[in-house]
């Protein structure tokens, strides 16, 4: 049987180590019933090796199957919202108040997920029943975070004694080949300062994975530098105990030590430069959701501030409330658009594969010579940016 070998081009080409290639090269090598990676690099080098293989052009990236380090699948059957921040919550809460979330809601977002051909994903949950039912399901790999949302400090032994109560039962049920537990403060004007604490030291004492959203709208920057705004007005007497740090929001967490946990933080939106240093030297991961920033017009994540720091970012969707999708394709997709020049195609795709593992406490598959062709992820970002839609159900 005649081997067949062909040189697969991309704008980018990544193997899980080091820097993508970009207008890279993958050579795969077939067989009657096998298919292997014989070589990631570059073009010229795979033409003067292999002369006689055919060329194709597939097109964005091959990669490690990428990975979607941010939803929230029990939110997948909200409308979408395009409006404020704030308005945005009040949808949510109507939303679950009208019985919305749950676990039918889960299984269609867990669908979408899978059919968008994701290796990982970290979804944050708000239901034990949603989470049994996640932790039962065999061939997942991720993170479920159980979502922890007490703004008042009264409340804080009383609740963390329920954390650690609920998390050793969610973590009895944990498969080895299904997702793992983890935690998620939902962000640190919803934490009281006490609690915010107590959780970030529980997760690193029992090496439990973190997230945290921070750093998402203006409103946010404005509640913990001077106390009032729109987010006030929202949390009325929920903020009754919180008084503004004067810090930036990823500040105030520092100064809580709770980077200390290199908890994964969602958004980091509006974040300066000490802000952006405190977060790659705590070997914190940022989760960059740039379709639910738009929607919720909460401003532009500062892509090159983070990559002149060397701090490691990841791609995440967010929920269909405020995400058209849950292609966390179709996220890098956007941010290519909403950079520009800002931003390489490389670094784009190592955001969205090696980011999104170390995001989860992961690590990143590699494309070696050897590997099986079906670990090679093409991607399906077409030259106008479009995103072709997931075709094939698992
Ligand atoms: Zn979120």
């Given at each position: ?12 080409v990544y ?19 096998d ?22 052009d ?19 059957t909200?409308?979408y ?5 704030e308005?945005?919550?009040r949808a ?33 949950v ?15 790999s991720?993170v ?14 009383r ?24 935690l ?10 006490p609690?915010?604490r ?27 530098r ?39 933080l ?8 000490a ?32 990559a ?31 950079h ?17 593992y ?17 670990a ?19």
């Open positions: 049987m005649a081997l067949t070998r062909t040189r697969r081009r991309a704008r980018a193997g899980g180590l080091g820097h993508p290639v970009e207008d890279g090269v993958m050579v795969v090598q077939e067989a009657a019933d298919a292997v990676v014989l070589y990631v690099g570059s073009d010229d080098e795979a033409a003067r090796r292999w002369p006689d293989a055919g060329a194709r597939d097109g964005f990236a091959l990669s490690p199957a990428p990975v979607n380090a941010h939803v929230h699948l029990d939110l997948s909200m409308a919202v395009e409006d404020t921040y308005a945005f919550v949510v809460l109507a939303h679950g108040r009208a019985g919305g979330r749950g676990l039918e809601a889960a299984k269609a977002g867990l669908a979408e997920v899978r059919r968008s051909g994701v290796a990982a994903f970290g979804d944050v708000a239901d034990a029943e949603v989470m049994h039912w996640l932790l039962e399901q065999p061939n997942l991720g479920a975070y159980w979502e922890v949302i007490a703004p008042d400090p009264a409340d804080a032994d609740v963390f004694d329920e954390v650690v109560e609920a998390l050793r039962a969610f973590r009895a049920r944990q498969r080895p080949d299904g997702l793992r537990v983890g998620s403060p939902h962000a640190p004007h919803t934490v009281s300062a609690l915010l107590k959780l970030a030291q529980l997760a690193q004492a029992n090496d439990l994975p973190l997230q945290i959203h921070v750093a998402e709208s203006p409103s946010e920057v404005r509640l913990h001077s106390g009032d705004g729109p987010l006030r007005e929202l949390m009325g007497d929920l903020l009754g105990a919180f008084r503004p740090s004067g810090r930036t929001p990823v500040g105030y967490l520092a100064s809580l030590g709770v980077l200390e946990a290199a908890p994964t969602v958004h980091g939106v509006h974040v300066d430069e802000d952006v240093g405190r977060i790659e030297r705590s070997g914190s991961v940022v989760v960059h959701c740039p379709r639910s920033n738009a929607a919720l017009g909460t401003g532009r994540f500062p892509w090159e501030t983070y002149a720091h060397g701090a490691t970012v990841a791609f995440g969707t967010d929920s269909r409330g405020s995400s058209p999708s849950l292609d966390v394709q179709a996220e890098v997709a956007a941010a290519q658009a909403l520009g020049d800002r931003a390489h195609v490389g670094g784009l795709v190592r955001a969205a594969v090696k980011g999104g170390r995001a989860l406490g992961m690590a990143t598959p590699r494309i070696t010579r050897g590997t099986p062709a079906s090679v992820a093409t991607w399906r970002i077409a030259a106008d940016g479009t995103v072709v839609p997931p075709s094939s159900a698992i």
